[in-house]
Each structure stands twice: as C-alpha cells, then as structure tokens.
C-alpha cells in the first residue's frame, strides 16, 4: 500500500468524519505542507486543481510528506466540512481583542491572507480555521491553546467539533438543500 493510503486510512480511523467526503489524497509538487480543492473548486490561476483530480471528488495534493500526518489530513479536510465550517463561522463571530491579537501572533495565516492583498477578515477566518486544527488536530503547541484562554462557550464550539471529528458517520449522509433548507439525507 502506498503512502497516501496509508496516510488516508489511519486518518480515517482516527478521524471518521473523513469517510464521508471520500477524499483523493496524493503526493505532489507545490508550496506549503499540503493543497486541498473542494468538489467542483477549480483553483486559481496560479494554483489550478491538477487536471487528474475529479471535479466531483475533494482532493487533497501533499506537498512534504515526511512533514505531514494523518492529524494534518484531517485538518486539510476540515476545510471542506460543512459542519466544520459552520463551527468556525460562530467561532469568529466571540473572540475577544485579546484573542485576536493572540490569533494574529501566531496563526501564520493571518499575516499571509494579508499578504496577498485579502482584508483583514479573511486573515480572521484563516487564523480561526488554525486555532481549530490547532485545538483538535494539535497542529500547534498546547501554549498557544492556553494563551489564547478560550472561554466555555468557545470550548463547548471546539469540544462539540471535536466528537463530530472522532465519531463514525451513521450513513453515507450527504449535505444537501432538501425542500429548500440545508438537511442531511
């Protein structure tokens, strides 16, 4: 078995929210550790989804392999997660001037989302996705986790995420509009 197999089952085994978005994982050239394309995103024009990835299927292309864990995986596809996202859009919406400053200290994100001439907003919801795999996925040092000094009903968000990351899907529910409102079926 290959190593981007191996990599996809033992994050699935950890993390079985993965199986519902039957990923394509591969290894491959590019900057950064990792580059995920949801279903259907074709990417940029410096950055276009690789023409052998599915339209249909989210793909995730790694880029240092002796860098990158299952933990990292399931970060990577937490970016797609519909649940996830919802989880991180609440997040943005309580942190306090303290934590922001805290946010834009230590989430690489923050300082390249502005970088690339995007507001100060996007850098929020970059530097929020971090802070989440940082907690759930520990793609950061517990420090930063303390420093940040989440508050209960931020750690309820962050713990809530957590089960739904580590519990086995009941079905192979989809997210789908269904009678026009957002239901899984």
Known sequence: MDYSQNLLDKAQAEYPFIKQHDPIVTVGDGEGYAETWE????????NPRPEHFPIDRHAVQIHRPGEF???DLAGEIMHVDPVSNTTRDILMTTWTP???KTLEKHAKDWQTTLDEGRPVEHAIKNA???????YLVKQWPESINKELQY????KQLLEGLGKYLKTQP????IDKPLDGGSKLI
């Open 39 to 46: 279903k259907g995103e074709e990417g940029s024009p410096t």
């Open 69 to 71: 864990s299952h933990h």
């Open 98 to 100: 303290k934590q922001l």
């Open 128 to 134: 929020t996705d971090a802070a989440m795999r940082g």
């Open 151 to 154: 508050r209960p009903e931020q």
């Open 170 to 173: 009941k079905s192979n529910a």
